[in-house]
């Protein structure tokens, strides 16, 4: 049997880039997965085809992250429909950047409601379905830690609230055998950090130890790691996946 047999995951995000990953290597794992996206419904429904192939069942959510109702709605359908909700993964995200002077309050309140109020009333939400064994992953981003150039101010201060996030859940889950952990990806090819984007991917590259860009795939194996029984004991960590970047 496979690792995650008889589970059920909601990917926040997983039309695309990392979330899709994470969602079709849960359901490879053997987990059923319900994936959110905001606009890209004709690629959501695409994942959760392809995910339906594979014998899982598969759920396409539209739920924009930002809407204060949206996240609990998503996490109440996916427990409704598949009967149970074991893995909460928070990845759905923005990339604001910028001078600045030109960040606005809107932008503030936005980004802030994606990344961390979203994730937050997630969490809480998933907590009353999830049982013993109950996962909850976020993907925050290495640029948490560490900021190398200008421009990102917003997107690093929303990114470092989640290791907050992580720590406060893995205390209020804990006893319930719930576990919370932070994954920080570092430069990955995706739509919003495409590798061949010439002279932008190329400083990126220059400021890792591996001299590349980091994979969707390879976000979404420690992902899996964590979702399944050998990440059982592992709960309130960060692990920062970002080819050597932040070394
Ligand atoms: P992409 O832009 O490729 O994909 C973003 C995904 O998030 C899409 O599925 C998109 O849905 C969804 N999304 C965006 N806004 C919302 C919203 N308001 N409500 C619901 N879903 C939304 O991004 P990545 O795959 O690169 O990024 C995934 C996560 O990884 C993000 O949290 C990002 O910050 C983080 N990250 C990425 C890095 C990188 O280099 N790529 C580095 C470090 C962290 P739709 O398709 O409908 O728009």
Same mark, same amino acid.
Do not use: C, W
């Given at each position: 049997?496979?690792?995650?047999?008889?589970?059920?995951?909601?990917?926040?995000?997983? =039309?695309? @880039?990392?979330?899709?990953?994470?969602? %079709? %290597?849960?359901?490879?794992?053997?987990?059923?997965?319900?994936?959110?996206?905001?606009?890209? +419904?004709?690629?959501?429904?695409?994942? !959760?085809?392809?995910?339906?192939?594979?014998?899982?069942?598969?759920?396409? #959510?539209?739920?924009?992250?930002? =809407?204060?109702?949206?996240?609990?709605?998503?996490?109440?359908?996916?427990?409704?429909?598949?009967?149970?909700?074991?893995?909460?993964?928070?990845?759905?995200?923005?990339?604001?950047?910028?001078?600045?002077?030109?960040?606005?309050?809107?932008? #503030?309140?936005?980004?802030?409601?994606?990344?961390?109020?979203?994730?937050?009333?997630? !969490?809480? $939400?998933?907590?009353?379905?999830?049982?013993?064994? @109950?996962?909850?992953?976020?993907?925050?981003?290495?640029?948490? +830690?560490?900021?190398?150039?200008?421009?990102?101010?917003?997107?690093?201060? =929303?990114?470092?609230?989640?290791?907050?996030?992580?720590?406060?859940?893995?205390?209020?889950? @804990? $006893?319930?055998?719930?576990?919370?952990?932070?994954?920080?990806?570092?430069?990955?090819?995706? +739509?919003?950090?495409? $590798?061949?984007?010439?002279?932008?991917?190329?400083?990126?590259?220059?400021?890792?130890?591996?001299?590349?860009?980091?994979?969707? +795939?390879? *976000?979404?194996? *420690?992902? $899996?790691?964590?979702?399944?029984?050998?990440? =059982?004991?592992?709960? @309130?960590?960060?692990?920062?996946?970002?080819?050597?970047?932040?070394?």
């Amino acid at each position: 049997t496979l690792p995650l047999s008889g589970k059920a995951a909601l990917v926040t995000g997983g =039309s695309r @880039g990392i979330g899709a990953a994470v969602a %079709r %290597r849960l359901a490879a794992d053997g987990a059923d997965v319900a994936l959110t996206y905001v606009s890209a +419904e004709g690629r959501a429904k695409e994942v !959760a085809e392809d995910i339906r192939a594979t014998g899982r069942r598969a759920l396409a #959510i539209q739920a924009d992250s930002a =809407s204060a109702t949206d996240p609990v709605e998503a996490v109440h359908r996916t427990a409704r429909e598949f009967g149970r909700l074991d893995i909460l993964v928070n990845n759905a995200g923005i990339f604001p950047n910028g001078p600045l002077a030109d960040v606005t309050v809107a932008e #503030i309140d936005r980004t802030l409601a994606i990344h961390v109020r979203a994730a937050l009333l997630g !969490a809480q $939400a998933a907590a009353g379905h999830m049982t013993d064994g @109950g996962r909850i992953v976020t993907i925050g981003s290495n640029l948490a +830690e560490r900021v190398p150039g200008p421009g990102i101010t917003l997107y690093a201060a =929303s990114k470092s609230a989640l290791s907050g996030l992580t720590r406060g859940l893995a205390r209020d889950l @804990g $006893a319930r055998g719930i576990t919370a952990n932070l994954v920080q990806p570092g430069s990955t090819d995706t +739509e919003m950090n495409p $590798a061949d984007s010439g002279a932008r991917a190329d400083a990126q590259r220059a400021l890792s130890a591996l001299g590349r860009y980091g994979t969707p +795939e390879g *976000i979404a194996a *420690i992902v $899996a790691h964590l979702a399944g029984p050998d990440g =059982s004991g592992t709960t @309130g960590s960060v692990f920062t996946v970002d080819g050597g970047t932040n070394a």
